[in-house]
Structures are given as structure tokens and as C-alpha cells.
């Protein structure tokens, strides 16, 4: 039966065991070299001492595996342990020779340290040593050379390889992003793409310009194209000193496709980079944005502020928007809510407007919030830029920062019917709808149902979905409903 998951066969060329056995000649010389520079080298040279040699010993492992096709990541770990162990053994070997009086011979007590491991540990365990730093920078050395050196080479044997052809499949990565995917979701996305990996495509969400969290893919298609492979990443783009800084986590690692659907990837990939266009910044606010991005939110309404009244539309629209971010991000709401009412005034569409009303809300105004999210509801009629469920999603979500628990239920019981409208549970078919997942929204409706309800009428509100929804979604609920009355 053909795994849902890539699987290491756990096979390996037999030439691996004399390559090894070369590196670690090679190895020798690198921690001599490193010991003599810790040494005697420039302060500078030695700060950078200890990644160069990391880099190397990673390298040795990974380049080894790559080349003796190893699929097999314990025993590649262990080899790799094994030569990591030996090279910084050969570092601590010389660099107490290098380090012995003058007049001995470094070479021939080198040797000696080699044969006579007690000795070496009579050395390096030295009280007068033994400072607090220096254990820190030995645990650290330990680490860094021998530790992380193995579990590089381990992860390169677990990297797909086509036995077919006796290659290793190397990784495309499609410049298009995807909306993110909520860490309260991720459970149900796997589940959906793992009952049908092929679908993939459909359980991603669109992704919107600017947005810093988003998802992206990796592809893996053997050569001759019959077997296929996917990564899927949650992904972040920080700025610092206003450059982007991207991290990353694997969500989903190596789940097999059909070849035809990682075509499709590719093509995907393109046409989300193709659609994705940003209007250029105004002269006038580079440096601004910049210090948005930079998080100094400050600096960037104080550049921004000056221009809220300019002639120039559309430098306007922009510099109330920046004003309105960095009010936002720096708590100050009745500002946001402003600046944001500023930019629907050159910029009607729903989304602008429930940016006031969530702004409003946080502010504490909460009659003046409903009529904006009222205002937003009207425009979206006419532009549909906003889902509907992601419009009330939000102004719920604020709601409840903004602690109006009891205001937030009539609101919460429209996302209800949502469900109970679609009778189905299913999270692709949810997904597919922009619908947050059945789970999520028991989850998130419990604090405003609790908050304006006794437990009995809550537990009621609740269990009158049954009658609408699917019996996935029925199992789910009641088992959820039983977990509550354990915890009360």
C-alpha cells in the first residue's frame, strides 16, 4: 500500500562507509586549523571560528549523504554522530598540544592526546577551566559541532529520492503565495487535505496584497513525472531596520500527490504571483512606511501625518491609512477610528469601513461601532469585497477584545445559521466557503454564548443545531458539549 507520506526506503550505497572514513581525514585538518586559530588567530577570525567549523562539519555530512544516496536517516544520524564526535575530539586533541608550554613538540603531544583520551580529560577538565562561560561555550561547541552537524545529515535522508531513477528529487518552490492558514485551524486543514491530498489547491485560501502571514508551497516531482510530492509552509515576513525578514514552519511535510496535481501547483504558483500587484508608495511616505515596517509606529505617523490633508487623492488615502495602521498597533483607537473614516471617505468599500467599526469598538463606543459594521454590511452589497462570514467574524472578534461579550450574541448567532444553512460540516467544504471550521467556532462562540447566557440556555443554544447539521458535525458537537460539562 502506497504511504500517504514520503517514507525513506532505508537503502544506501556501500561506498558510503570509505567516504566517510575520508572526510574524517579531511576532518582532521579543519580541527586543527580551528584549533590553532582559536589560538592564535585575530579576534575577529576567532569570533567567526566557531561557524565556519559548524558549517563544515554540516556540510561533510550532508554532501556525504547526498552522495552515497542514503535513505536511510538513523543510520546516517548515527554515521554522522559518529564523525562530528571524532572531529571535535581531534579539536580538543590539539588544541591542548597547541596549547602546552613552549618547547614540547605540538605534533607529537597532539598524537599523544589522541591515543590517551583519559589524559585529554585530565586536561580540559582542569579547575582553573572551568569558569562559567567557558562551560557554556563547551555545551555550546557540542551543539553547534557535533549535535546539529547530525541532525542536518539525518534530514537530508529524509528528503524524497526517486528509487526509480536513482536521483534525488530536488524541491521547487513556486513564487506565489496563499492566505494563512490560523494556528486554531491547522488541525482541520490537515485532516481535509489528508482525506484527499489532491485537493489541496481548493483547501488554500486566497492570499491578499501586504498581508504578512501567508502559505506557501513546496514541490517535489520525480523525474519521468510518476511520483509527486508536496510541502506546504506557514510563512512570516518581518521587517528589521526596514528589510524584510521571512520565518517559516513546516505544516504539512512531503504528503503525497498525484504528478498532474503538482503541475497544477506550478501553474498556480505563477498566477498568484502574477495577480498580486502593489500600487507604488508616494514619494512622500517611503520613509514613513519604512518606519512602519521597521515596527516604529511613532516615527511613521509622525511622516505620515503631515500629508492626511494633501490635495493629491490618492497620497491622501495613503498617508490616513499609514496614520491609521500605526494608531492601531500603538493602541490609540479614537485616532485609528479617525484616520480610518478618513480613508472610506476616498476609498468606499466594505473592508475600509470595518476597519471604523472594529477601531470605533476598541475605542469603546459601541453604538457608533454597530452602525459602521451596519455601513459596511450596505457596502458590501453593492462591492462584495469582504465575505460576509469574514465581516462578521472580525467585528465579533473585536467585540470581545473590546470586552462587549453580551453585544457580540446577536452577531454570533448570524455565523449560527451560517452553519446550520449549510447543514454540512465538512472542513474542505467549509474551506471552500471561507467558513472557519466547525471545531474553531465552538471554540471561539463559547466566551460571548457563556458571558450572556446561563449554562442550561447555553447548552441549549448549542444543541439546537443538531437538527441542521451533518452527523460529523452533530458527533463533534455533542462530544464537545460533553467535554464542557466535565470542566463545570
Not at 586549523?33 to 555530512?61: D, K, N, Q
Not at 495613503?318 to 491609521?324: G, I, Q, V
Not at 479614537?334 to 471617505?345: C, G, H, L, N, T
Not at 471561539?444 to 451533518?470: E, F, K, R, T
Request: negative net charge; aromatic residues 12%; charged residues 15%.
Amino acid at each position: 500500500m502506497t504511504s500517504l507520506y514520503y517514507r525513506p526506503s532505508g537503502r544506501f550505497s556501500p561506498t558510503l562507509l570509505p567516504r566517510l572514513v575520508v572526510t574524517s581525514l579531511v576532518a582532521v585538518l579543519f580541527a586543527w586549523l580551528y584549533a590553532y586559530g582559536a589560538l592564535h588567530f585575530h579576534a575577529i577570525i576567532r569570533f567567526f571560528a566557531p561557524l565556519i567549523f559548524t558549517v563544515i562539519m554540516i556540510g561533510s555530512g550532508v554532501f556525504r549523504c547526498k552522495q552515497a544516496d542514503v535513505r536511510n536517516p538513523v543510520l546516517m544520524f548515527c554515521l554522522a554522530l559518529l564523525l562530528t564526535m571524532f572531529a571535535w575530539y581531534c579539536h580538543w586533541a590539539f588544541w591542548a598540544a597547541l596549547s602546552a608550554p613552549v618547547g614540547k613538540d605540538a605534533w607529537q603531544s597532539a598524537m599523544d592526546y589522541l591515543g590517551n583520551p583519559a589524559a585529554l580529560f585530565a586536561v580540559a577538565s582542569a579547575p582553573q577551566r572551568w569558569t562559567g562561560a567557558n562551560l557554556a561555550g563547551a555545551i555550546a561547541e557540542f551543539a553547534m559541532f557535533v549535535i546539529l552537524p547530525a541532525f542536518m545529515a539525518r534530514s537530508a535522508a529524509r528528503e524524497p529520492f526517486c528509487e526509480t531513477s536513482k536521483t534525488w528529487v530536488k524541491e521547487e518552490k513556486p513564487a506565489g503565495r496563499f492566505g494563512p492558514i490560523a494556528d486554531a485551524d491547522t488541525a482541520q486543514f490537515i485532516r481535509a487535505l489528508e482525506a484527499d491530498p489532491d485537493r489541496f489547491l481548493e483547501l488554500l485560501p486566497p492570499y491578499s496584497t501586504g498581508t504578512a502571514h501567508y502559505t506557501s508551497l513546496g514541490i517535489y516531482l520525480a523525474p519521468g513525472g510518476k511520483d509527486a510530492w508536496l510541502t506546504i509552509r506557514k510563512e512570516k515576513v518581518k521587517f528589521v531596520d526596514g528589510k524584510p525578514n521571512n520565518t517559516w514552519k513546516e505544516m504539512v511535510t512531503h504528503v503525497r500527490i498525484s504528478p498532474a496535481s503538482a503541475q497544477q501547483a506550478r501553474i498556480a504558483g505563477a498566477v498568484e504571483v502574477d495577480n498580486v500587484q502593489e500600487a507604488p508608495t508616494p514619494v512622500e511616505l517611503e520613509a514613513a512606511l519604512a518606519a512602519m515596517q521597521a515596527g516604529q509606529f511613532e516615527k511613521a505617523l509622525a511622516g505620515a501625518s503631515g500629508f492626511t490633508g494633501a490635495a493629491d487623492i490618492a497620497l491622501r488615502t495613503d498617508a490616513n491609512r499609514l496614520c491609521a495602521i500605526s494608531c492601531s498597533q500603538l493602541a490609540k483607537w479614537p485616532q485609528a477610528a479617525a484616520y480610518f473614516e478618513a480613508v472610506f471617505a476616498t476609498e468606499r468599500s466594505a473592508h475600509n469601513a470595518l476597519q471604523v467599526a472594529t477601531s470605533t469598538v476598541m475605542a469603546g463606543a459601541l453604538a457608533q461601532g454597530e452602525r459602521w459594521f451596519a455601513t459596511a454590511k450596505a457596502v458590501n452589497e453593492e462591492t462584495g469585497d469582504v465575505s460576509s462570514i469574514l465581516l462578521h467574524t472580525n467585528f465579533i472578534s473585536a467585540l470581545k477584545q473590546a470586552g462587549f461579550m453580551t453585544a457580540a450574541l446577536p452577531y454570533m448567532e448570524w455565523v449560527k445559521q451560517v452553519y446550520e444553512a449549510a447543514h454540512s460540516t465538512d472542513a474542505t467544504f467549509l474551506t471552500l466557503r471561507g467558513v472557519p471550521f466547525f471545531e474553531s467556532f465552538l471554540d471561539q462562540s463559547a466566551p460571548v454564548v457563556d458571558a450572556a447566557m446561563s449554562g442550561a440556555q447555553a447548552n441549549a443554544w448549542y444543541a439546537s443545531m443538531l437538527a441542521h447539521i451533518d452527523q460529523d458535525g452533530q458527533d463533534t458537537l455533542n462530544a464537545w458539549l460533553g467535554q464542557r460539562a466535565a470542566t463545570e
